[in-house]
């Protein structure tokens, strides 16, 4: 991210997703949705290697079919309404929610790490606000992908040793939360990107604090508060309470608008994802016990996103 066209590239794809949140029309938000892609693509070369040129392209097609089917469909639907169906399954398939992630852990497995945090964060908002401008009739079908979303990133999660790995099943079931936020009345959605990215931010801070690849490496000893902030972000992840990830899902459990199988499915998900973060880091906590802190060893920025995970969105709830 030295070079000074790395920055251009990302004030491309800001701009964009600026361009699809404030567009009046199809055509607008599809060329925002365009640009979005080829201002990443560039991002997501850090080292130059053939690896990166594979992932670049296993990236490229989906978000291409994506693109190609919601333009498609766009057009058809002036005279169909029924097709604006296609256009809400083609935004999901550039989310990666599932069934249609097929692409999405092997990109994450082969990007860097700031692109693989700017693929979980960024290059979900423009996709979910597009879904959310969609005809309300379609919310039915929009429920169903919501509901796989959460159970299949909970399961996919399961016996999953490295931590990247945690994070790409993690955002497909966050993914299907999103996507349920949608149908309500209040702006949960908006609260719940803005949460989910804090959450991300202070995960991939620790990250590159420590060279943490596998969930043993958890505990470092040189560096026991980012340990503890990585292991307190990723259960805040998860949605133990009354961290921040518990209060972003309660309001998604509190507003929205929709049937009880998909709530139960939800919660399901959540609790099968909570399971296994509590499994991989009850061991390294306790070891973090048995570690004497020094706090000259503590960074601001640790201190501050370790506080966002201890002291929720608490405030927010006095707004709904």
Same mark, same amino acid.
Not at 125 to 146: C, E, H, Y
Not at 201 to 221: D, E
């Given at each position: 991210?030295?070079?000074?066209?790395? #920055?251009?590239?990302?004030?491309?794809?800001?701009?964009?997703?600026?361009?699809?949140?404030?567009?009046?029309?199809?055509?607008?938000?599809?060329?925002?949705?365009?640009?979005?892609?080829?201002?990443f693509?560039?991002?997501?070369? !850090?080292?130059?290697?053939?690896n990166?040129?594979?992932?670049? /392209?296993?990236?490229?097609?989906?978000?291409?079919?994506?693109?190609?089917? #919601?333009?498609?469909?766009?057009?058809?639907?002036?005279?169909?309404?029924?097709?604006?169906?296609?256009?809400?399954?083609?935004?999901?398939l550039?989310?990666g929610?599932?069934? #249609?992630?097929f692409?999405?852990?092997? /990109?994450?497995?082969?990007?860097?790490?700031?692109?693989?945090?700017?693929l979980?964060?960024?290059?979900?908002?423009?996709?979910?606000?597009?879904?959310?401008?969609?005809? @309300?009739?379609? !919310?039915?079908?929009?429920?169903?992908?919501?509901?796989?979303?959460?159970?299949?990133?909970?399961?996919?999660?399961?016996?999953?040793?490295?931590?990247?790995?945690?994070?790409?099943?993690?955002?497909?079931?966050?993914?299907?939360? !999103?996507?349920?936020?949608?149908?309500?009345?209040? @702006?949960v959605?908006?609260?719940?990107?803005?949460?989910? /990215?804090?959450?991300?931010?202070?995960?991939?801070?620790?990250?590159?604090?420590?060279?943490?690849? =596998?969930?043993?490496?958890?505990?470092?000893?040189?560096?026991?508060?980012?340990?503890?902030?990585?292991?307190?972000?990723?259960?805040?992840?998860?949605?133990?309470?009354?961290?921040?990830?518990?209060?972003?899902?309660?309001?998604?459990?509190?507003?929205?608008?929709?049937?009880?199988?998909?709530?139960?499915?939800?919660?399901?998900?959540?609790?099968?994802?909570? =399971?296994?973060?509590?499994?991989?880091? #009850?061991?390294?906590?306790l070891?973090?016990?048995?570690?004497?802190?020094?706090?000259?060893?503590?960074?601001? @920025?640790?201190m501050?996103? =370790?506080?966002?995970?201890?002291? @929720?969105?608490?405030?927010?709830? =006095?707004?709904?």
């Amino acid at each position: 991210m030295k070079s000074p066209h790395k #920055f251009l590239f990302l004030f491309l794809m800001m701009a964009s997703t600026c361009m699809v949140l404030s567009s009046s029309n199809w055509l607008m938000t599809w060329m925002g949705l365009e640009i979005n892609m080829l201002g990443f693509i560039p991002l997501m070369y !850090m080292k130059d290697t053939a690896n990166e040129s594979e992932t670049v /392209v296993k990236y490229l097609i989906p978000q291409s079919l994506g693109s190609t089917v #919601f333009i498609a469909s766009a057009t058809i639907s002036l005279h169909l309404d029924n097709i604006q169906s296609l256009m809400a399954l083609a935004m999901c398939l550039k989310l990666g929610a599932a069934p #249609f992630h097929f692409w999405f852990p092997p /990109v994450m497995a082969g990007l860097p790490l700031l692109p693989a945090f700017i693929l979980l964060t960024w290059q979900k908002i423009a996709p979910i606000f597009t879904i959310s401008a969609i005809s @309300p009739t379609l !919310m039915s079908k929009i429920m169903l992908v919501a509901s796989i979303s959460a159970l299949w990133g909970g399961i996919g999660g399961m016996n999953q040793t490295d931590i990247r790995s945690l994070l790409t099943y993690s955002s497909i079931a966050h993914t299907g939360w !999103m996507l349920a936020s949608i149908n309500s009345a209040a @702006p949960v959605l908006s609260v719940y990107i803005m949460a989910y /990215v804090l959450i991300n931010l202070s995960i991939f801070t620790a990250l590159t604090s420590t060279s943490t690849k =596998f969930h043993k490496q958890l505990l470092t000893p040189k560096e026991p508060y980012n340990s503890l902030l990585l292991a307190a972000s990723i259960l805040s992840l998860g949605g133990l309470p009354p961290l921040t990830g518990f209060i972003m899902k309660l309001l998604v459990i509190s507003y929205t608008q929709t049937s009880l199988f998909v709530i139960f499915t939800l919660i399901l998900g959540a609790l099968i994802s909570l =399971f296994y973060y509590l499994s991989l880091t #009850f061991s390294p906590l306790l070891e973090l016990t048995k570690t004497r802190l020094n706090k000259s060893h503590i960074s601001k @920025p640790s201190m501050v996103f =370790f506080l966002a995970q201890i002291l @929720p969105l608490s405030t927010l709830m =006095f707004l709904f």
